[in-house]
């Protein structure tokens, strides 16, 4: 493992850089773009001087890209020695820096997905964040929090048995949404966004886990799609399933997506197109 750069000047942490830091701690990664409309009211040249300070400062780090790729900011580990043990994070375990700087190093074929995790990630919580009937209760990206085995029937040679399947989603949010009557309910969002890595074989395999699963909590899933043509044969495939309804399928637009999933709420699990 590398020497993580000196630090270049003493710099106060202020309440938005403590957030920003605890946000890369759970997201892995963003870009300044990200970060701005988290963080920095959607202001990107003061979000770019700011994270300037803190990267001299030895709090964050950039990944290598190319210099027409937007810039991708991890945690440093004088960063996470400042917010590893911030009440925000109590729910996650103690966490060695070696172990942690290995979540930071993202191989490039991985980066995508990431970026795009996170860029879900800023769309649902700024949606969230404008609303005063819905409370965040949870939104994490980590594998051993979600992940999960499911067991379903598969026939074979006029059998019936179970199959094993872990499933890796790819972030869980969960919410508390208070109604008109006063009353509230929590609900829980498995996050799956698609990079049309996987053929739509294997979508139905993890939707028929999805669906194995529900027998243990009540659960809405949201797929999203980069493309419409990719997003309309999924939706025509998960549809046709008897519990098809569980899902929500959107493309991954921050307007397209916050619409789809709103419209999700007060309703029963649908497919939204």
Same mark, same amino acid.
């Given at each position: 493992?590398?020497?993580?750069?000196?630090?270049?000047?003493?710099?106060?942490?202020?309440?938005?850089?403590?957030?920003?830091?605890?946000?890369?701690? +759970?997201? $892995? !990664?963003?870009? /300044?773009?990200?970060?701005?409309?988290?963080?920095?009211?959607?202001?990107? %040249?003061? *979000?770019?001087?700011?994270?300037?300070?803190?990267?001299?400062?030895?709090?964050?780090?950039?990944?290598?890209?190319?210099?027409?790729?937007?810039?991708?900011?991890?945690?440093?580990?004088?960063?996470?020695?400042?917010?590893?043990?911030?009440?925000?994070?109590?729910?996650?375990?103690?966490?060695?820096?070696?172990?942690?700087?290995?979540?930071?190093?993202?191989?490039?074929?991985?980066?995508?997905?990431?970026?795009?995790?996170? +860029?879900? $990630? !800023?769309?649902? /919580?700024?949606?969230?964040?404008?609303?005063?009937?819905?409370?965040?209760? %949870?939104? *994490?990206?980590?594998?051993?929090?979600?992940?999960?085995?499911?067991?379903?029937?598969?026939?074979?040679?006029?059998?019936?048995?179970?199959?094993?399947?872990?499933?890796?989603?790819?972030?869980?949010?969960?919410?508390?949404?208070?109604?008109?009557?006063?009353?509230?309910?929590?609900?829980?969002?498995?996050?799956?966004?698609?990079?049309?890595?996987?053929?739509?074989?294997?979508?139905?395999?993890?939707?028929?886990?999805?669906?194995?699963? $529900?027998?243990?909590?009540?659960?809405?899933?949201?797929?999203?799609?980069?493309?419409?043509?990719?997003?309309?044969?999924?939706?025509?495939?998960?549809?046709?399933?008897?519990?098809?309804?569980?899902?929500?399928?959107?493309?991954?637009?921050?307007?397209?997506?916050?619409?789809?999933?709103?419209?999700?709420?007060?309703?029963?699990?649908?497919?939204?197109?």
């Amino acid at each position: 493992m590398p020497n993580a750069p000196k630090p270049t000047n003493n710099l106060h942490l202020t309440a938005r850089d403590r957030a920003v830091l605890i946000g890369l701690f +759970e997201a $892995r !990664v963003f870009t /300044l773009k990200q970060l701005a409309k988290l963080y920095f009211e959607d202001r990107y %040249e003061m *979000t770019k001087k700011r994270l300037q300070k803190l990267k001299a400062a030895g709090y964050v780090r950039a990944l290598n890209r190319a210099p027409f790729q937007p810039s991708a900011l991890v945690l440093a580990k004088k960063g996470f020695l400042a917010v590893r043990h911030a009440e925000e994070l109590a729910r996650y375990p103690e966490i060695p820096w070696n172990t942690f700087y290995k979540r930071t190093q993202i191989a490039d074929s991985t980066l995508r997905h990431e970026l795009a995790v996170s +860029e879900v $990630r !800023v769309a649902l /919580l700024s949606t969230i964040r404008e609303r005063n009937d819905l409370e965040l209760l %949870e939104l *994490t990206t980590w594998p051993w929090q979600i992940n999960f085995e499911a067991r379903f029937p598969v026939k074979r040679d006029g059998f019936t048995y179970k199959k094993a399947m872990t499933i890796r989603p790819d972030g869980l949010l969960r919410l508390k949404h208070r109604l008109p009557n006063g009353s509230s309910r929590d609900l829980t969002f498995y996050l799956e966004i698609d990079r049309s890595t996987e053929s739509q074989t294997q979508l139905l395999k993890k939707a028929s886990g999805y669906i194995a699963h $529900r027998n243990q909590e009540p659960f809405q899933v949201i797929f999203t799609f980069s493309t419409i043509a990719r997003c309309r044969e999924a939706s025509s495939r998960i549809h046709s399933m008897k519990e098809g309804r569980l899902f929500i399928l959107t493309l991954g637009e921050s307007e397209i997506l916050n619409e789809h999933f709103l419209s999700s709420l007060g309703r029963k699990p649908q497919v939204t197109l």
